[in-house]
């Protein structure tokens, strides 16, 4: 995933679920592999997949607003879906939400200011998926902007 070998990544995840139908955590890795592909009918279903094997209601809840944001808009719709039940989740505490996802999401929606919003809310987090932040496929388009080499060296990245 991380060198964007995503059809690789995906056979990969195809032989785990094989092996584990039960898995649902590689169901929705899978999802970030067909997100780099930009299959975003096969991310759908694997969310939702993952979700119900994982029995997170959370994730449930998320992956069922994604499905309905496609449904009614395409991808887009489904980011500002999934954002908007990330968003509630985060504010009733109901369990855990990565600010690091909220600001993925609004980056493949090009809402730098936002993705950056919560790239710093990851940051004074201390949210560990910010460890993908050179690599992570999602945010290639903050690389030109400033404030994501202002972002890399607070976090302490080589430059």
């Known amino acids: 995933m991380y060198d964007r070998q995503f059809d690789k990544a995906i056979e ?12 649902g955590r590689a169901h929705s890795e899978m999802a970030a592999a067909y997100w780099g592909q930009r299959k975003y009918e096969d991310v759908i279903r694997e969310w939702r997949t993952g979700a119900q094997l994982e ?3 959370n994730y449930s809840a998320f992956a069922a607003a994604a499905e309905a944001g496609f449904r009614s808009g395409g991808w887009p719709a489904a980011l500002r879906k999934g954002v ?6 985060r504010k009733a505490k109901t369990g855990y939400v990565s600010s690091y996802q909220i600001a993925q999401y609004y980056a493949d929606l090009g809402d730098k200011d936002h993705a950056f919003e ?29 404030r994501y080499a202002q972002l890399a060296r607070k976090i302490g990245l080589p430059q």
Do not use: C, M
């Not at 032989?15 to 039960?22: E, R, Y």
């Not at 908007?84 to 989740?89: G, N, P, T």
């Not at 919560?118 to 290639?140: C, G, I, K, M, P």
């Open 55 to 57: 029995g997170d209601p």
């Open 118 to 146: 919560w790239l710093n809310t990851a940051f004074q987090e201390h949210d560990t998926s910010l460890s993908a932040l050179r690599t992570d496929f999602l945010l290639d388009s903050l690389r030109s902007d400033p």
């Open 12 to 23: 990969l995840y195809k032989k785990v679920i094989a092996d584990n139908p039960t898995f």
């Open 84 to 89: 908007e039940v990330s968003l509630a989740e």
